[in-house]
């Protein structure tokens, strides 16, 4: 079984949502999608679909559809968290959304290996939409506390010889060991290039850039794919605005966050909930 939790009843949904934007009707379409193709998945193993004489067409296809499926993992957890979701439940559904890109990306690099592919494709993008899956996948495991897991995280993204990411690489350092240096740059520039000036500035001023970080993330963010989702229109992809990278930068340089507390788009109850975790590393 998938392991994901079912649709709240409407009246729950209205009393727990953390972001009044997210409309019930919204959330429960979503819902619907998102189970109906994890129950998919789990009626049947994907590998029956693949035909080993077709030249890797029906491994393109398996690939394509799992692809689908671990992107709607993502959405999931980001949709719960904004129904008002505990940490303690996402952290729960955390290791299924994982092995749901661990799987696209066995079949992904099958199909790669087949004459019908003429060229590789990373699973996770991290020049294109694929970061934010990454930052918030990322995200996710510092603040559920599954930071044992960000390995292999890191080995989905690392596939196809992207160039590393400065704030991806920041963020696993104090939990993966051996990688490379991080660079001076992020593979999507903003908001999230703003975060590294946090990471090389000292102690006592990290609390002022945070800050200052979630004042302009909304208008630094307008070339991502959240930007103005809750707009006329644009609803029905609606999510929630959440600035997720925020909390689990706060969390790995051990920010007090009382400055910025109460500002939009930061998933403090997510910071306080890892706080009750063991202490990363020093940085």
Known sequence: MHGFGVAKPEKEFLSDRRDVSVTYSVYRDQMDRFLEAF????????????????????LAAVSGGLGAMAWDT????????????????MRSWYPSAL???????????AFHQSPSSNYVIAHMTLGDSGYWDAIRMTSFAILLGHVDALARLC???????????????????????????????????????MLLEVFDSSPDQRPALMSKYLDEWYTA????PYYESHKKG????????WSFEAAAVTRVLQITDSSYRDKNFYPGDLLDYARGLPTPPDR
């Open 39 to 58: 129950d998919f998945h789990d009626e049947r193993p994907f590998e029956q679909y693949v035909v080993p004489s077709d030249g890797g067409q029906s």
């Open 74 to 89: 993502v959405s999931y957890l980001h949709l719960q968290y904004s129904s008002g979701a505990s940490p303690s439940e």
């Open 99 to 109: 092995a749901f890109w661990e799987e696209y990306a066995y079949f992904h690099e």
């Open 155 to 193: 080995a989905i993204w690392d596939y196809g010889n992207q160039p590393l990411d400065g704030l991806l690489e920041r963020l696993v350092a104090p939990f993966v060991p051996g990688r490379a240096p991080p660079p001076a740059t992020c593979t999507r520039h903003l908001p999230y290039s």
């Open 221 to 224: 963010s307008r070339r991502e």
């Open 234 to 241: 644009r609803e029905h992809s609606y999510l929630g605005l």
